[in-house]
């Protein structure tokens, strides 16, 4: 069963429009191919009928080739072109307006009998090769041969010309910009020589020389003192005084002068004679008590000496610090005044440097402009004499040729023909397709129609009408196809009674519903169920002559009363299913549609079948099946490929819509086997099975 448009994925639909789209044109150029034929044989008939109206013309042809030159060194002035678009820029050049104008002026001046001519020029290249080809198209051989000749001297001319103007234009920028470095040399010498009496360059030199190296002294003299400074922050006396005297460079040069203030006469030099004389005491005392008590008078002697010359120490140690103390600030006023000393030195170098780079910056402007002066200079000169050399990269290989008749355009116009027809022919067919919107393949019918699908009916090549199915019919796919709609019906995916009414029906006639119907009920009886064909066509209804049935009374007889329906049924060849003819025509069969003799007969048929298959006229033909059909529990649309309309049938299903009939679904008709999503085609061993199967009776349907 098909899915709504709505109930697609996602980004399916335009895809879907595409391809539908597509599969339309290919089924139109099969059908109408010949169009295109047509059309195309047309449009290179009447290219060949132009080309054979114009008049006779001559080609003569001339050939230019592309020299080497001669270069005179790297810095010679040569002429030079742009290579990689240089073939096609000289084509363009050969084919623009004022060559060609300065060519019928040379023809005109060089052969004065010659009548101006209408030419046409074509300039090539020949592949693989740096050859030009000329072809001139004239009225008259010897025009064409004389343009020829005078069109390569032109372009001769022109290039000449060029080149001329762009050597004195660039001679011309040269002398200009000789001019201004002569000025700016001049300006750049005066300002060299400003500088020079403001500042005497080799003094600058020595004194910047010479601020660098005291420059260095400071900072050695005063890396020396934070030196000196951080080890009288670190030492106290004892550790000063206890240190060896020791000849040192360097960083261990400034402990030499700390070793040197506790050999000066002062509170360090008392100090350390003093914790000397102390030392020897206690040694002493140390002897005197292997030989002699604590209490000895010596002993004691020794012990008053030692107590008063450590009082003593006790004074000269803070005399000892307090001269350390101001070592220490000494050494800071130092460091202090050697930090502005070398900031001012460093200022002073900066100063110095700065003055050498400017006179260098000076000095190397001079020698750059003074280069590209003389590199100008160069070139000027060298201009002189390069123009007394050839420098035309394009020769005349080949003078015009003998001339030779040809038709002018013959294959331009074919092909323009063959184009023009060939978009007449796709044209038309767009029309066409426009114009005609009948549905021409499954996939269209899919994007167009969001109903459900019931079933499909292959496409069967008869020369006369579509016979009926048999009990053992050969057609596989088109019996299969029947069972399938049959299934379809039967497991509608609806809730209470499924449909035992059922009316087929279509938009125009000729949709091959009569035919459905008539096999559709043929299926339900083949399956055992009790069907009735009931021919609703009031107006054509051709169901008594499908079946072979010559009675004359029918169900116009049964609407007007004049019969019962048991009297006018006809059982068929075909087991288990009756016929209920049409019968002769009425004038008004919507009227009897609608009256009560309708309901009740479909009161009577519905208790004594299980299926009733009404085949109706055509929804737009008359109003009958837009009256009939409410009154059915089912309603089947038909659409037959390459047929129905899509604006047609999209109407009728409408119409049947809102006259509140029960649409159970449409059914495809003439779909080619390629084209049916069911595969027929592709399962005739079944068909084989079927036929050396044993016969078995059927049950009937499920009701």
Request: net charge neutral.
């Amino acid at each position: 069963m098909s899915l709504p448009t709505s109930q697609l994925p996602a980004g399916t639909s335009a895809i879907n429009r595409v391809r539908v789209q597509g599969i339309r044109y290919v089924y139109l150029l099969k059908k109408r191919w010949w169009v295109l034929v047509l059309l195309l044989s047309l449009g290179l008939c009447i290219g060949a009928w132009t080309a054979m109206q114009q008049p006779p013309a001559f080609r003569s042809s001339g050939r230019m080739m592309v020299a080497g030159q001669l270069r005179l060194g790297d810095n010679a002035a040569a002429y030079s072109e742009e290579l990689m678009n240089f073939f096609g820029t000289q084509i363009e050049l050969m084919q623009s307006a004022a060559v060609l104008k300065g060519a019928e002026t040379r023809v005109h001046a060089l052969h004065p009998d010659l009548p101006v001519e209408q030419v046409k020029v074509v300039v090539g290249q020949l592949p693989k090769a740096a050859i030009f080809v000329m072809n001139v198209y004239a009225k008259s051989p010897a025009y064409a041969s004389a343009y020829v000749d005078a069109l390569m001297d032109e372009y001769m001319a022109k290039k000449k010309e060029m080149r001329q103007t762009s050597g004195e234009s660039a001679a011309v920028a040269i002398q200009e910009e000789l001019v201004r470095l002569e000025k700016d040399m001049k300006l750049e010498e005066e300002e060299m020589h400003g500088f020079q009496q403001k500042n005497n360059i080799g003094f600058l030199k020595e004194d910047g020389n010479s601020a660098a190296t005291y420059l260095s002294i400071l900072n050695r003299r005063l890396d020396e003192l934070k030196t000196e400074f951080n080890l009288l922050q670190r030492l106290d006396i004892d550790q000063t005084l206890d240190r060896t005297p020791s000849v040192a460079t360097g960083a261990e040069g400034q402990l030499n002068r700390m070793d040197s203030l506790a050999g000066a006469p002062g509170p360090l030099a008392e100090y350390l004679k003093v914790k000397q004389a102390i030392n020897q005491l206690k040694a002493d005392r140390q002897e005197f008590l292997q030989t002699l008590k604590p209490k000895h008078p010596a002993v004691v002697a020794l012990d008053e000496q030692i107590a008063k010359n450590e009082a003593m120490l006790g004074t000269y140690k803070q005399l000892g610090q307090d001269a350390i103390t101001s070592r220490r600030g000494a050494i800071k006023t130092q460091i202090e005044s050697l930090d502005d000393n070398i900031k001012t030195w460093e200022t002073k170098a900066l100063d110095l440097a700065k003055r050498v780079a400017d006179f260098d910056k000076i000095k190397s402007k001079i020698e750059r402009t003074k280069v590209h002066y003389d590199r100008l200079n160069g070139q000027l000169r060298s201009m002189d004499v390069y123009k007394n050399l050839a420098q035309d990269t394009v020769l005349i290989l080949e003078h015009a040729t003998k001339p030779e008749q040809i038709q002018m355009e013959l294959n331009k116009l074919l092909l323009i023909g063959g184009f023009g027809g060939l978009a007449l022919g796709l044209l038309v067919l767009f029309v066409l397709d426009k114009m005609d919107d009948r549905i021409g393949s499954f996939f269209e019918f899919r994007e167009r129609f969001p109903e459900p699908l019931l079933g499909q009916v292959p496409r069967e090549l008869t020369k006369a009408g579509l016979d009926l199915l048999a009990s053992n019919d050969p057609r596989h796919a088109l019996l299969e196809s029947f069972r399938t709609l049959r299934s379809s019906i039967i497991f509608l995916p609806i809730e209470g009674a499924r449909p035992k009414t059922i009316l087929v029906t279509s938009a125009t006639p000729g949709e091959g519903k009569t035919t459905i119907a008539a096999n559709l009920a043929i299926t339900f009886a083949f399956s055992g169920a009790r069907t009735l064909l009931v021919d609703a066509d009031l107006r054509l209804g051709r169901i008594a002559k499908a079946f072979k049935i010559e009675s004359e009374l029918g169900l116009s007889d049964v609407l007007r009363q004049r019969t019962h329906w048991r009297e006018v049924i006809v059982p068929s060849s075909t087991p288990n299913l009756s016929i209920l003819p049409r019968g002769k025509t009425l004038p008004h069969p919507a009227e009897h549609f609608l009256g009560k003799v309708t309901d009740q007969l479909l009161q009577e048929v519905y208790a004594e079948f299980d299926y009733i298959i009404f085949d109706s006229p055509p929804v737009m033909a008359a109003d009958d099946v837009l009256s009939l059909s409410p009154k059915i529990d089912g309603t089947i649309f038909v659409v037959r490929f390459s047929t129905s309309s899509a604006r047609r049938s999209r109407t009728a299903i409408n119409l049947l819509v809102q006259r509140q009939a029960n649409l159970l679904g449409i059914v495809c008709n003439d779909v080619r086997l390629a084209e049916s999503e069911y595969g027929y085609g592709n399962y005739y061993q079944y068909s084989a099975y079927r036929e050396n199967a044993d016969s078995e009776p059927l049950e009937p349907l499920p009701r």
